[in-house]
C-alpha cells in the first residue's frame, strides 16, 4: 500500500477527545490532525517524537489531515490508523502473502453475517472449499517484548469472536487475523489483564474451530504492507 499523496511530517503535542490530536511542524506551525484509533492506543503515544500523516482534498472534511504513523522513542514505527489493516490484509491475500488464505476465487469485504447484526471484514469463497470469513484487528500494544490484543476492553471484538464461533459451527473457515503495526512486535497474545473476557472467548473460539492467524505489517513513510507471519499466543 502506497501512500499517495506523499506523507509529511512533525512532531506529536498531544492526543485528546479520542480522535484528535496537535502536532507541530517543521515550521514551528501547530496544526490539529483527525486520529483514526478507537483504542486506548496505550504505549503508542510518544509526545515529543516523530509522526507522519496524509492530506484529504475532500473539502467537507473538518480535519484534513489524518495521523498514519508514529515514531517510539526506540525508533520503531507504529501504524496508527486501525482502518488501513483491512485493506492491508485485503492486498496480502491478492498477493498471495498469506499462504493459509490461498486457492479463493472471490474476496468480498464488509459482507452482513452472523446473529448479532455484524459485518465480516473479508469474505472468501470459492466452489471447491468451505467459504472463508476473516475478521481483522490491528496489533499495536507492546509490552515487555510482547504484542498484546486488545489495548482496551472491547465489546465488539467479543461479539465478533462469537460471531466467528457461530460461523464455523455452521461448517464454515472462521479467520481471526492480527495485522501487528508495530516494528516491535514479534509475538501476538490476548491482553487477559485489560480484557479477561476476551482473552477467555479467544481460548473457546480456538477450541471450537477458529483459526487465528498473525502477520507483521512493513511499515514505512512511503508504503506499507503485510509481508511475513508471526507467532500466536493463545
Given amino acids: 500500500?502506497?501512500?499517495?499523496?506523499?506523507?509529511?511530517?512533525?512532531?506529536?503535542?498531544?492526543?485528546?477527545?479520542?480522535?484528535?490530536?496537535?502536532?507541530?511542524?517543521?515550521?514551528?506551525?501547530?496544526?490539529?490532525?483527525?486520529?483514526?484509533?478507537?483504542?486506548?492506543?496505550?504505549?503508542?503515544?510518544?509526545?515529543?517524537?516523530?509522526?507522519?500523516?496524509?492530506?484529504?482534498?475532500?473539502?467537507?472534511?473538518?480535519?484534513?489531515?489524518?495521523?498514519?504513523?508514529?515514531?517510539?522513542?526506540?525508533?520503531?514505527?507504529?501504524?496508527?490508523?486501525?482502518?488501513?489493516?483491512?485493506?492491508?490484509?485485503?492486498?496480502?491475500?491478492?498477493?498471495?502473502?498469506?499462504?493459509?488464505?490461498?486457492?479463493?476465487?472471490?474476496?468480498?469485504?464488509?459482507?452482513?453475517?452472523g446473529n448479532e447484526n455484524s459485518r465480516i471484514d473479508i469474505l472468501l469463497t470459492s466452489q471447491n472449499q468451505p467459504d472463508c470469513y476473516i475478521e481483522v484487528k490491528s496489533c499495536t500494544l507492546l509490552e515487555q517484548q510482547m504484542g498484546y490484543f486488545p489495548d482496551a476492553v472491547t465489546t465488539r471484538g467479543q461479539k465478533h469472536l462469537r460471531e466467528l464461533m457461530h460461523m464455523a459451527e455452521l461448517g464454515h473457515r472462521a479467520v481471526l487475523l492480527f495485522v501487528v503495526q508495530h516494528s516491535g512486535i514479534n509475538c501476538v497474545k490476548p491482553a487477559r489483564h485489560i480484557d479477561p473476557q476476551y482473552a477467555d472467548l479467544l481460548q473457546q473460539a480456538v477450541l471450537e474451530g477458529v483459526e487465528v492467524l498473525a502477520y507483521k505489517t512493513d511499515l514505512s513513510p512511503l508504503e506499507s504492507q503485510i509481508t511475513t507471519s508471526c507467532k500466536v499466543m493463545v
Fill in 1 to 113: 500500500m502506497q501512500f499517495t499523496p506523499k506523507l509529511e511530517s512533525g512532531v506529536l503535542i498531544k492526543r485528546y477527545k479520542r480522535f484528535l490530536a496537535d502536532i507541530e511542524l517543521l515550521n514551528g506551525q501547530e496544526i490539529t490532525i483527525h486520529c483514526p484509533n478507537t483504542g486506548s492506543m496505550k504505549n503508542c503515544l510518544f509526545p515529543g517524537e516523530k509522526v507522519w500523516f496524509s492530506t484529504s482534498d475532500n473539502p467537507k472534511r473538518k480535519y484534513a489531515h489524518t495521523w498514519e504513523l508514529m515514531q517510539t522513542d526506540q525508533q520503531q514505527l507504529i501504524g496508527i490508523n486501525t482502518g488501513r489493516a483491512n485493506a492491508l490484509a485485503e492486498e496480502a491475500i491478492n498477493r498471495q502473502v498469506i499462504p493459509e488464505l490461498l486457492g479463493y476465487d472471490s474476496l468480498k469485504r464488509e459482507v452482513k453475517y
